[in-house]
């Protein structure tokens, strides 16, 4: 025991005299090492006057990301503002087509003059001003319609295209305003074609011409067919038409092609659309074609759908035609259409206006959080209605009605505040994106559409109430810029 005894004391005094050692030399070494760092610091201080020092990849990570956060901050200058388009409905004169359905000389004015003076809700339908039923092979109505729409900020017009593919009444219809305005140029304001396929059908107040009893929404009897197994000849028909106009300096072009909108979805017009892009790459006055694909919907990044209750959220399952159907018709293709139209419908889920995005509103607040920011802004072209009141086309207690009120400046305001959202969100969120279009675009239903109460020009019910919401929104948004 005694023996353990001092082992262990001998032990610990070599143990002790060891770490005297290590310590002293410890101690010189800590000396020769400030030594050597104050030297290094000398020269590293004379590298940085010479040569800036090179951040950490971490550091350089959090430099991007604030540079990230002030870029995402729209510039306070919003001249960039988009195109506003307004569709233009050219069927106010006789047409053939009507005269075969309707009777003779036919209009959508022959509905408005028969209807009720105010809807079911007591709310005074919408007339033209002065009660000008015009027809629009009028020079002068079209004429006034370019000025008036110029004057209020109306961009161009998106003016219904109707061709049926027919061989018994082959060629467009409803166009003689249209081909009025090749020998004349009114309205002399810029406009696109937006082609409006799909068969008609009756389901309107009372009975078409050779129908026994009037159709229903559940049993509409068909006016007028699609035919959607045309010839190549007659879609060399249907271009040779469409190019006299698609060469016109006045036609809209994006991408240096002229754009033909699609009014709806048909899987059944690939074919024809891909034939005219053919026609149309290969003509050196053309020289391609941009297509627009509308779709039944609410804008993604304008209408928030998450807090809609059960029964409306089942309304836009039903009824709204979601972008991924309209998908590529192949693997190794993509889709024929260059971008989507959210188009203007009065559809029954919308019930507010539309709403600028919050990641737009508050970017600094949300561009370093991916999960509230998206990684582009939709690509979608958004649209917004006026209103809507389809009672000259309805019995009046089975009519449509959509931002309808008996206090018509509750009508407008709403609509003012859609289309400051939609022409702030073109002017301010889309710089927020990784894509930004060469050309931005709103579309508002409509300019005439008089036998729904859709109507920009000034009316009966809301004088210019409409125009002026355009005109004023985007004076505003131009001089206050993005905020």
């Not at 006034?144 to 219809?173: K, M, S, T």
């Not at 039903?318 to 993509?334: A, F, M, V, W, Y």
């Not at 389809?390 to 009120?405: C, E, F, H, M, S």
Request: with cysteine; net charge positive; charged share 20%.
């Amino acid at each position: 025991m005694i023996i353990f005894c001092s082992v262990v004391l001998w032990m610990q005094s070599l143990g002790h005299l060891s770490r005297q050692q290590d310590k002293s030399q410890h101690t010189m070494r800590m000396m020769d090492l400030s030594s050597l760092r104050v030297e290094n610091k000398k020269e590293e201080d004379s590298r940085i006057k010479q040569y800036p020092k090179a951040a950490s990849p971490i550091q350089q990570q959090q430099q991007q990301q604030q540079q990230q956060r002030q870029q995402d901050v729209p510039s306070t200058s919003a001249t960039d503002l988009p195109r506003v388009l307004a569709i233009y409905f050219p069927q106010f004169h006789p047409d053939p087509i009507n005269d075969r359905n309707w009777g003779a000389n036919f209009t959508d004015w022959t509905n408005l003059r028969a209807a009720p003076r105010k809807n079911r809700l007591g709310v005074p339908l919408p007339h033209p001003a002065d009660y000008d039923y015009y027809d629009l092979r009028d020079y002068t109505i079209r004429q006034r319609h370019g000025q008036q729409a110029r004057e209020y900020g109306i961009d161009g017009f998106v003016v219904h295209h109707y061709w049926f593919y027919d061989p018994q009444y082959p060629g467009p219809n409803l166009h003689a305003p249209l081909e009025k305005l090749l020998q004349d140029g009114e309205p002399n304001i810029p406009f696109l074609f937006n082609w409006c396929a799909a068969s008609w059908k009756s389901v309107w107040t009372g009975p078409a011409v050779g129908q026994t009893k009037a159709g229903t929404l559940n049993n509409p009897g068909v006016l007028q067919s699609q035919y959607w197994n045309a010839t190549d000849r007659m879609v060399q028909e249907h271009y040779q038409w469409l190019r006299q106009f698609w060469i016109r300096e006045q036609y809209i072009r994006v991408g240096g092609h002229p754009v033909l909108m699609m009014y709806q979805w048909f899987p059944e017009s690939i074919p024809i659309l891909k034939r005219l892009r053919q026609l149309a790459t290969s003509d050196p006055d053309v020289k391609g074609l941009t297509i627009w694909m509308s779709r039944s919907g609410t804008h993604p990044d304008l209408y928030d759908i998450s807090n809609l209750d059960d029964k409306l959220k089942g309304v836009w399952k039903r009824k709204s035609q979601q972008i991924e159907l309209l998908h590529p018709q192949s693997s190794t293709e993509g889709p024929v259409w260059n971008t989507t139209v959210a188009y203007p419908y009065p559809n029954p889920w919308v019930t507010r206006a539309l709403e600028i995005p919050g990641w737009c509103r508050n970017p600094l607040e949300t561009s370093s959080s991916s999960s509230l920011r998206p990684i582009w802004a939709s690509l979608e072209i958004p649209g917004v209605v006026t209103s809507f009141d389809n009672t000259p086309r309805r019995q009046a207690g089975k009519a449509v009605l959509w931002n309808i009120d008996k206090d018509p400046s509750k009508v407008v305001e709403r609509f003012r505040e859609s289309i400051r959202a939609a022409v702030y969100y073109e002017t301010c969120c889309r710089p927020l994106s990784v894509h930004v279009p060469s050309q931005k675009f709103v579309i508002v239903n409509a300019w005439n559409e008089w036998a729904e109460g859709m109507a920009l020009e000034p009316s009966t019910t809301y004088g210019t109430g409409f125009l002026d919401a355009v005109r004023d929104v985007k004076a505003q948004i131009r001089k206050e810029g993005c905020r």
